[in-house]
C-alpha cells in the first residue's frame, strides 16, 4: 500500500478545503491498514473515538488517511479551540524550534515562560497579583494547585464534586468521579479527598418540601454535605470545574459558584477552578468562572492554551503561588519554549481573530438549532451549554432516564456520515460539541444538519 502523499501535500492550517467530503467508506481501507499495525503494537488500554487516522487538520476540518474530509466538532477535546495548525502557532512554534527546543526552564529560563506567565496574569479573573507555574498536562496542574493550596494552608483534605473530572494520574484519579473507565482496578487511589453533591439544573428537581434545587440550594447541600464529612478547617481546596467537562457539560445553577466561593473565602479554602477545559475562550469568556463573576484563588488551564502542544498552567493569588518553598514546583519539561510559543501564538489569535465574539457566535448558532430539534423530539431531555462548549442530554422519552445507546448510535452515525463528534456524561448519555472556534458557519450548520439526520434516520 502506498503512503498516503496525496493527502499531506495539502498541508494543514485554514488553507485546507472547508468542506465535509467522504470518498471511502469511513473507515477507508488506508485507516483500517493502520488500525491492523496499530493493534499489534499500542496497548488495548488505549481507545479511540473513530478508528480515521488523520492526514491534515485545520478551520473546521481534519482530513484522513483515506481523503475524507470531517467536520471538525471535537477539536480533539478543546484542545485546537484557535485552529489546527493556527497559521500564528506555526509560524511561532517553527521559529522557536530553530532557536532551541529545550533548555528546562529550572535550569536556565528564556522569555517565552515569563510571556506565558505575564499574559495569563492579564486574563485570570480577579484584579489581585498573579503568579503562574507552568507544566505539561491538565492532571499536573491540578495536582500542583492542590500541592500549592496544601502548602499554603497547613491542611489536607480536598473536597470535589460529583461528576467531576481532573484527570488520570493517581491524585486526580482519586477526585475524579466517574469509575469506568478512569478510576476501575487502579487503585488504591490517594487518600483526604472528599466529594460532595453538585448543581446539575436538569436532575436536581426538588427538595423533600417540593422547592426547587436552585443554585444557592445545590451549594447549601454542597456545603452542609462537606461540613458534615470533613469539617472547614481541615479543607486545604475546593477544586471544582466552573462547567463540567467528561461529567457531562453540565452548567450548575446560578448562584452555585458564588455561594461556594463564599463559603471558601469565609473558612480560609482555597477555592481552586479547574478550567482545564472551559477555559481560554471556549465559553465565550477567558474563563467558564467569568460567567459567574466568581474570582477563584487558583486557576487551572492547559487544553486550549497552547494550540495542540502539550502546556499546562497553574495560575493564581501571588501569596499562594509564592508560599511553596523554592525547588518545591517544576519537572523537566514544565512550560517548555515551543510549546509556550504556541501558547503565545494562540493567545494572540484568540485576540486577532476576535475569538471570545465567535464562541458567542457559534453558541447563538447551535444552541438555536438544537433546541429547535429538541421541541419536536422528547428524547433530547437537555441543551445546555456556554460559547462552543455545548451538550445534548439523551433520555427515554417521558423521563429522565438517560439513554447512552442513543448518544452512542447518533455519534456513531454523525462520524459514518463525516463528522466528528464526542460523548460524555457520567451516564455517557452526552453528545458534546467542541468546535473550534474558528470553524465556518456553514460548516457548523452542515455539521449540524448531520446530527439532526442522524437522530431522525440511522440512530433511530
Ligand atoms: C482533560 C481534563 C483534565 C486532565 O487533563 P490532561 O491534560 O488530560 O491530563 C483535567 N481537568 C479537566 C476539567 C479536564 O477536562
Given at each position: 500500500?502506498?503512503?498516503?502523499?496525496?493527502?499531506?501535500?495539502?498541508?494543514?492550517?485554514?488553507?485546507?478545503?472547508?468542506?465535509?467530503?467522504?470518498?471511502?467508506?469511513?473507515?477507508?481501507?488506508?485507516?483500517?491498514?493502520?488500525?491492523?499495525?496499530?493493534?499489534?503494537?499500542?496497548?488495548?488500554?488505549?481507545?479511540?473515538?473513530?478508528?480515521?487516522?488523520?492526514?491534515?487538520?485545520?478551520?473546521?476540518?481534519?482530513?484522513?488517511?483515506?481523503?475524507?474530509?470531517?467536520?471538525?466538532?471535537?477539536?480533539?477535546?478543546?484542545?485546537?479551540?484557535?485552529?489546527?495548525?493556527?497559521?500564528?502557532?506555526?509560524?511561532?512554534?517553527?521559529?522557536q524550534l530553530t532557536r532551541f527546543t529545550h533548555t528546562?526552564?529550572?535550569?536556565?529560563?528564556y522569555?517565552?515562560?515569563?510571556?506565558?506567565?505575564?499574559?495569563?496574569?492579564?486574563?485570570?479573573?480577579?484584579?489581585?497579583?498573579?503568579?503562574?507555574?507552568?507544566?505539561?498536562?491538565?492532571?499536573?496542574?491540578?495536582?500542583?494547585?492542590?500541592?500549592?493550596?496544601?502548602?499554603?494552608?497547613?491542611?489536607?483534605?480536598?473536597?470535589?464534586?460529583?461528576?467531576?473530572?481532573?484527570?488520570?494520574?493517581?491524585?486526580?484519579?482519586?477526585?475524579?468521579?466517574?469509575?469506568?473507565?478512569?478510576?476501575?482496578?487502579?487503585?488504591?487511589?490517594?487518600?483526604?479527598?472528599?466529594?460532595?453533591?453538585?448543581?446539575?439544573?436538569?436532575?436536581?428537581?426538588?427538595?423533600?418540601?417540593?422547592?426547587?434545587?436552585?443554585?444557592?440550594?445545590?451549594?447549601?447541600?454542597?456545603?452542609?454535605?462537606?461540613?458534615?464529612?470533613?469539617?472547614?478547617?481541615?479543607?486545604?481546596?475546593?477544586?471544582?470545574?466552573?462547567?463540567?467537562?467528561?461529567?457531562?457539560?453540565?452548567?450548575?445553577?446560578?448562584?452555585?459558584?458564588?455561594?461556594?466561593?463564599?463559603?471558601?473565602?469565609?473558612?480560609?479554602?482555597?477555592?481552586?477552578?479547574?478550567?482545564?477545559?472551559?477555559?481560554?475562550?471556549?465559553?465565550?469568556?477567558?474563563?467558564?468562572?467569568?460567567?459567574?463573576?466568581?474570582?477563584?484563588?487558583?486557576?487551572?488551564?492547559?487544553?486550549?492554551?497552547?494550540?495542540?502542544?502539550?502546556?499546562?498552567?497553574?495560575?493564581?493569588?501571588?501569596?499562594?503561588?509564592?508560599?511553596?518553598?523554592?525547588?518545591?514546583?517544576?519537572?523537566?519539561?514544565?512550560?517548555?519554549p515551543v510549546?509556550?510559543?504556541?501558547?503565545?501564538?494562540?493567545?494572540?489569535?484568540?485576540?486577532?481573530?476576535?475569538?471570545?465574539?465567535?464562541?458567542?457566535?457559534?453558541?447563538?448558532?447551535?444552541?438555536?438549532?438544537?433546541?429547535?430539534?429538541?421541541?419536536?423530539?422528547?428524547?433530547?431531555?437537555?441543551?445546555?451549554?456556554?460559547?462552543?462548549?455545548?451538550?445534548?442530554?439523551?433520555?427515554?422519552?417521558?423521563?429522565?432516564?438517560?439513554?447512552?445507546?442513543?448518544?452512542?448510535?447518533?455519534?456513531?452515525?454523525?462520524?459514518?456520515?463525516?463528522?466528528?463528534?464526542?460523548?460524555?456524561?457520567?451516564?455517557?448519555?452526552?453528545?458534546?460539541?467542541?468546535?473550534?472556534?474558528?470553524?465556518?458557519?456553514?460548516?457548523?450548520?452542515?455539521?449540524?444538519?448531520?446530527?439532526?439526520?442522524?437522530?431522525?434516520?440511522?440512530?433511530?
Amino acid at each position: 500500500m502506498s503512503a498516503p502523499t496525496a493527502v499531506l501535500d495539502v498541508g494543514g492550517g485554514p488553507g485546507l478545503p472547508q468542506r465535509r467530503e467522504l470518498r471511502t467508506p469511513v473507515p477507508g481501507p488506508r485507516s483500517l491498514e493502520l488500525q491492523r499495525r496499530r493493534a499489534a503494537v499500542v496497548s488495548a488500554g488505549l481507545s479511540s473515538t473513530m478508528p480515521v487516522y488523520a492526514a491534515a487538520a485545520g478551520g473546521g476540518v481534519l482530513v484522513d488517511v483515506d481523503g475524507n474530509s470531517f467536520i471538525d466538532l471535537g477539536s480533539g477535546i478543546a484542545v485546537t479551540t484557535a485552529g489546527n495548525s493556527a497559521p500564528r502557532v506555526v509560524e511561532d512554534t517553527a521559529a522557536q524550534l530553530t532557536r532551541f527546543t529545550h533548555t528546562c526552564a529550572m535550569i536556565t529560563p528564556y522569555e517565552g515562560y515569563v510571556r506565558v506567565a505575564e499574559e495569563l496574569a492579564a486574563i485570570v479573573p480577579g484584579d489581585h497579583a498573579v503568579k503562574t507555574a507552568l507544566f505539561n498536562t491538565g492532571s499536573e496542574a491540578v495536582e500542583n494547585a492542590v500541592k500549592i493550596a496544601r502548602y499554603a494552608t497547613g491542611r489536607t483534605a480536598v473536597a470535589v464534586v460529583d461528576h467531576a473530572y481532573h484527570g488520570r494520574t493517581n491524585l486526580t484519579m482519586a477526585m475524579t468521579a466517574k469509575a469506568v473507565p478512569y478510576k476501575d482496578g487502579f487503585g488504591p487511589f490517594a487518600p483526604e479527598v472528599y466529594r460532595a453533591p453538585t448543581s446539575y439544573p436538569f436532575r436536581d428537581g426538588t427538595d423533600l418540601d417540593g422547592a426547587p434545587i436552585n443554585g444557592p440550594a445545590a451549594a447549601a447541600r454542597a456545603i452542609a454535605h462537606l461540613e458534615r464529612a470533613v469539617g472547614a478547617s481541615r479543607l486545604a481546596a475546593l477544586v471544582i470545574e466552573p462547567i463540567q467537562g467528561e461529567g457531562g457539560f453540565i452548567v450548575p445553577a446560578p448562584g452555585f459558584l458564588p455561594a461556594l466561593a463564599a463559603w471558601c473565602r469565609e473558612h480560609g479554602i482555597v477555592l481552586v477552578a479547574d478550567e482545564v477545559q472551559s477555559g481560554i475562550a471556549r465559553t465565550g469568556a477567558w474563563f467558564a468562572c467569568d460567567h459567574d463573576g466568581v474570582v477563584p484563588d487558583l486557576v487551572t488551564t492547559a487544553k486550549g492554551l497552547g494550540g495542540g502542544l502539550p502546556i499546562a498552567a497553574v495560575s493564581g493569588r501571588a501569596d499562594l503561588m509564592d508560599a511553596v518553598h523554592p525547588g518545591g514546583l517544576g519537572g523537566t519539561y514544565g512550560g517548555n519554549p515551543v510549546a509556550c510559543a504556541a501558547a503565545l501564538a494562540t493567545l494572540r489569535t484568540i485576540r486577532e481573530e476576535n475569538l471570545l465574539d465567535r464562541a458567542v457566535e457559534i453558541e447563538t448558532l447551535a444552541l438555536g438549532r438544537l433546541r429547535e430539534l429538541q421541541r419536536t423530539d422528547p428524547r433530547i431531555g437537555d441543551v445546555r451549554g456556554r460559547g462552543a462548549m455545548i451538550g445534548i442530554e439523551f433520555v427515554r422519552p417521558g423521563s429522565h432516564e438517560p439513554d447512552a445507546d442513543l448518544a452512542k448510535r447518533v455519534a456513531t452515525a454523525a462520524h459514518e456520515a463525516g463528522v466528528i463528534v464526542l460523548t460524555c456524561g457520567t451516564f455517557g448519555n452526552v453528545v458534546r460539541l467542541l468546535p473550534p472556534l474558528v470553524i465556518p458557519n456553514d460548516l457548523l450548520s452542515e455539521g449540524l444538519d448531520v446530527l439532526a439526520d442522524a437522530l431522525s434516520g440511522g440512530a433511530r
